[in-house]
């Protein structure tokens, strides 16, 4: 899948680059029959529960409303190419300068002077093309296919190299769907762009900590609510017997706690409770990780982590079900650049 999906990439990067024109109006064409085919798809599925049962008519008007703004999206970008290619480019400039800000905020925040100097030059130059494509500085189409290009060369080269040094190893790449939980270990299920985490305790049920502020104890079912498990993995965490990591989820079931993306959430807890009530951080968590990724590779960082995570958080919550299946695959390949480009920078350090 690797190998698959990173020579596409390659292709499509060349393409970017060198017909942008085209590039983005086959972008056009197909968010369009998308959107038109997930407004047929969501009336469908309308139809089906009404035939079923009756579903409150608060859900009915939101479904409705998704209907018909994907609709008019669709028809919008079919019927007026040119206009929608002029817009996404400059959109593209948008998310450009977007990840300069972000470059050169992580740039007042590097440790190192060095990484700094090269995270400050960054940021002055992405966020200054970014910018020349917004205000019409220069050629939008031409400069913003080049960029993305760039973007898509990049990761298909990283995908690449990661599906020929995979097989020497030892631990997965991809987290991999599980059958059977097992006591003392971490699970994750996919909700869009980010994972959310329970700790199996035995017993059919898990312990959580949700965005109400309240750690939760449901069951298996209740936890994975039709969704794929995934088997989360921490290899920086300390081994701890699975009697003592039940012991502490089930002492802080019922608890509440003030909850925080970036400070404190159902990840931040989990961890916790793996291992053994001793610490709630490790660098292979999913907003740390992120962060140093971008810290340390702007380039391939960005793609990866924002670009990425953009897209499929789209795909996920406007294509529907198969949209949400795209979007899966789009964060498995995600974490497996994340995955390399996190041991790459611990064997550098090293």
């Known amino acids: 899948m690797l190998l698959a999906v990173g020579s596409g990439l390659l292709v499509l990067g060349l393409v970017a680059a060198f017909l942008p024109s085209r590039f983005f109006g086959s972008v056009i064409r197909f968010l369009g029959v998308l959107l038109l085919g997930s407004a047929g798809l969501k009336a469908a599925q309308l139809v089906v529960r009404r035939l079923q049962s009756r579903p409150a008519r608060r859900s009915v008007t939101l479904i409705v409303a ?18 929608s290619i ?11 300068l977007g990840e300069g800000l972000i470059i050169g905020w992580m740039a007042l925040r590097a440790p190192a002077a060095r990484s700094r100097t090269i995270l400050v030059l960054s940021a002055l130059a992405i966020s200054g093309l970014g910018l020349a494509v917004l205000v019409g500085w220069i050629d939008p189409i031409r400069w913003a296919g080049l960029l993305v290009g760039l973007k898509l060369i990049l990761f298909g080269l990283t995908l690449l190299i990661i599906a020929a040094w995979s097989p020497a190893r030892t631990a997965p790449l991809i987290y991999e769907a599980i059958l059977n939980p097992e006591v003392g270990e971490l699970y994750s299920v996919y909700f ?46 300390p081994p701890v017997p699975a009697e003592r990591i039940v012991a502490v ?19 931040h807890f989990a961890i916790y409770c793996k291992s053994g009530g001793t610490t709630y951080y490790s660098r292979y968590a999913q907003v740390p990780i992120s962060l140093k990724n971008v810290a340390i590779n702007p380039l391939i960082g960005m793609v990866a982590e924002l670009n990425t995570r953009i897209i499929e958080y789209l795909a996920f919550h406007m294509g529907g079900p198969s949209g949400r299946a795209v979007s899966l695959q789009i964060r498995r390949l995600g974490s497996a650049v994340t995955a390399w480009l996190l041991t790459r920078s611990v064997r550098s350090q090293t």
């Open 249 to 267: 989820a089930l002492g802080e079931f019922g608890k509440t706690y003030p909850y925080s993306l970036l400070k404190f959430n159902c990840e």
């Open 192 to 237: 869009g762009a980010a994972f959310h985490l329970g700790l199996y305790i035995g017993n059919n049920e898990l312990v959580h900590f949700l965005d109400d502020h309240l750690v939760h104890r449901v069951t298996w079912e209740q936890f994975l609510e039709g969704r794929s498990p995934h088997h989360q993995l921490y290899p920086d965490l």
């Open 66 to 83: 998704q209907v018909a703004l994907d609709a008019a999206l669709g028809v919008l970008l079919l019927a007026h190419r040119e206009i």
């Open 86 to 96: 002029q817009i996404l480019a400059l959109l593209f400039g948008l998310l450009v």
